[in-house]
């Protein structure tokens, strides 16, 4: 069974903010599966603000993308061909081969999934890497305890949607949030557990913080860094934690960002910083999708997307993450 299928390259390295030109779309023929493979037709795939560092050809945590060839990332879909054990033809999996309508792979690189009475999206979302992200880092690298107060930016994104709610959850008595622009940061406090949300778009962030929480805050979650990243350390308390999840506002600079004006001030708070890099943590998913699974059956932990129809909508979905358009988890229906 061989099968025509299409797949999205990385066509040129962006400079600056990524191009539409910079991807294509290509068309190929995929084998039958050898001994031990698997034939997978892809559902569900996701975009990430962490791919845009990988379409640099400069070393990092991850392999950059090479050029002329499918772009990576997470992915649910259905195995319709294969010749594994274990694995039969019908059984929902996910993998790392995104970026395309059909994936040929080892059994040892697909994940089965049960979605029974769950959309199988949201083990790209809440049940998958973005929501280990946010329980990492509100566990781990900036624990929450009984009565902090917690901010989060990026709080209407894909971890933070997430953060808010388990910031809640774990006994935080302030939750706030900032978000690009008031209809986001409404629904922040609406649908993700926060108390407040800024709206950075209007401008003195470490104003609007201090205004929210005049008496400071203990744990900071960063997707942004920048003005938010000082704005927090500016507002930080003895003993606060930083957890350091990304820094979305220097993605796309073409000269090294500088670094907040404040950073000493850490040392004599005795603050913590830590960085969360999810790859750290995927021995612990059982743990979470345990703890998860059953909060999400019950309604009492929201899993929200913006979903773009088809692939030749991936590169547009990318960009829409990397200019803030999506509110929860960035998805692209195949």
Do not use: C
């Amino acid at each position: 069974m061989t099968v025509t299928t299409r797949e999205i390259h990385l066509a040129a390295r962006p400079t600056g903010v990524p191009a539409r030109s910079d991807f294509r779309l290509a068309e190929t023929v995929l084998p039958a599966p050898a001994e031990g493979e698997v034939l997978v037709r892809n559902t569900w795939m996701s975009v990430d603000p962490y791919m845009r560092g990988r379409m640099d050809d400069a070393p990092s945590y991850i392999p950059p993308f090479a050029l002329d060839a499918p772009l990576e990332g997470s992915a649910v879909g259905e195995v319709i061909a294969s010749r594994a054990e274990g694995v039969p033809v019908g059984t929902l999996v996910s993998h790392f081969a995104g970026w395309r309508e059909h994936a040929l792979l080892p059994a040892t690189a697909v994940f089965p999934i049960d979605a029974t009475g769950i959309p199988a999206e949201h083990f790209l979302g809440v049940l998958g890497t973005t929501g280990l992200t946010a329980w990492a880092a509100l566990t781990d690298a900036a624990p929450v305890k009984e009565g902090d107060t917690v901010f989060v930016s990026a709080a209407a994104g894909a971890v933070g949607s997430v953060a808010g709610q388990l910031a809640r959850r774990y006994g935080a008595a302030r939750v706030i949030g900032s978000a690009g622009g008031p209809d986001k940061g409404a629904r922040a406090v609406r649908d993700f557990g926060y108390d407040i949300a800024l709206d950075y778009r209007a401008g003195d962030l470490a104003g609007q913080l201090e205004r929210a929480a005049p008496e400071g805050i203990d744990v900071y979650v960063d997707h942004v860094g920048g003005d938010h990243l000082e704005a927090a350390i500016g507002a930080l308390r003895p003993g606060g934690r930083i957890a350091l999840v990304g820094a979305i506002s220097s993605y796309n600079d073409t000269e090294p960002a500088p670094g907040p004006a404040n950073l000493f001030r850490l040392a004599a708070l005795g603050a913590s910083v830590k960085g969360v890099l999810v790859n750290h943590y995927l021995d612990r998913f059982g743990e979470w999708i345990g703890e998860a699974a059953p909060l999400l059956a019950e309604g009492s932990l929201r899993g929200t997307s913006t979903v773009l129809n088809g692939l030749e909508k991936a590169p547009e979905a990318f960009l829409g993450v990397l200019s803030g358009a999506n509110v929860g988890k960035m998805l692209v229906r195949l």
